[in-house]
């Protein structure tokens, strides 16, 4: 079992990983570092609403990390500012749209991936703040603290890449801080702005030993060996995006009138044309270049 290698691999890697034991539910063996822990029903439609506020949660958060502002999430991280930040444009909706459909990963190789950070929450399982379980809807804490190889089968393989790239963060948040607390339900989201730093500090360097344990229980070669380079893209991809979500017009631009609406965010924070109309954008003409140079 691939489950049982991992113990082995994770033993011997980091030895204070250790596990109390095996136990068998109706739905799959698992991993449980608790002993006697009731048996909670629930359904498919609890699983999916569970993985999209986590993943809601979580990209609040990465906005709030990228362009604060006077945000509860970018106050909780110790990092605000007294005017509006990207949670202000919904970035986060640019973000989750942008990860969904720009990032190419092929069915098998996702399925994969998705399984191995599965099995290692079977050995690492988040832990989700008590004060913020009713945000993940009814049994979502369990359902989220008790994640095994099972529920991407539960959901017929229809996962998203921004309920994946959510998992990345949040099992790395739970390896650099331990136990979260906090008022928000994703544990990435009840870290302070230096640790989210450390995060994406362990998912881009090339040591981490959350990717190698990840990439180690991919069967294929091929995908097993490409993991690290996809897990680096993916955490430029949410870098990128989410800053230039927050700067962009995406939030008051009108698609049917191809017009944006009003004077976005961006151009606020940035200072940009002051005097221009918010209809200025996507003209024909330029409006100059900055601070009145006439060339560079």
Not at 109 to 138: C, H, N, W
Not at 166 to 192: Q, V
Not at 225 to 232: R, S, Y
Request: hydrophobic share 45%.
């Amino acid at each position: 079992m691939i489950g049982s290698g991992l113990v082995g691999a994770a033993a011997a890697v980091n030895p204070g990983m250790a596990f109390a034991g095996w136990g068998n539910r109706s739905w799959g063996w698992w991993w449980n570092p608790q002993e006697n822990v009731e048996t909670v029903d629930w359904t498919v439609e609890q699983l999916r609403t569970a993985l999209n506020a986590l993943r809601d949660d979580t990209f609040f958060a990465m906005i709030a990390f990228g362009v604060p502002g006077d945000d509860p999430y970018s106050e909780y991280q110790g990092v605000s500012t007294p005017y509006p930040g990207g949670i202000t444009t919904r970035a986060d909706l640019y973000l989750a749209g942008g990860t969904d459909l720009l990032i190419p990963i092929p069915s098998e190789f996702k399925a994969q991936l998705l399984a191995s950070i599965a099995t290692y929450l079977q050995f690492s399982p988040m832990d989700i703040p008590e004060m913020a379980s009713e945000d993940v809807g009814e049994n979502g804490e369990y359902i989220l603290e008790n994640l095994d190889r099972t529920f991407t089968e539960l959901l017929e393989g229809d996962v998203s890449n921004s309920v994946l790239a959510a998992l990345l963060l949040n099992l790395a948040a739970t390896r650099i801080a331990g136990s979260i607390d906090g008022p928000f339900p994703s544990p990435f989201a009840n870290l302070s702005w230096d640790q989210k730093a450390q995060v994406f500090e362990e998912l881009e360097n090339e040591h981490s030993w959350l990717k190698r344990a990840i990439a180690w229980a991919i069967p294929n070669r091929d995908y097993r060996e490409a993991t690290p380079g996809v897990i680096n893209l993916m955490v430029a991809f949410l870098f990128r995006v989410s800053g230039f979500g927050s700067y962009c017009e995406f939030a008051v631009f009108n698609p049917a009138t191809r017009e944006v609406v009003q004077r976005p965010l961006g151009w606020v924070l940035s200072q940009y044309a002051p005097d221009a109309p918010p209809s200025g954008i996507g003209s024909d003409d330029l409006i100059g270049y900055f601070q009145g140079r006439r060339s560079v």
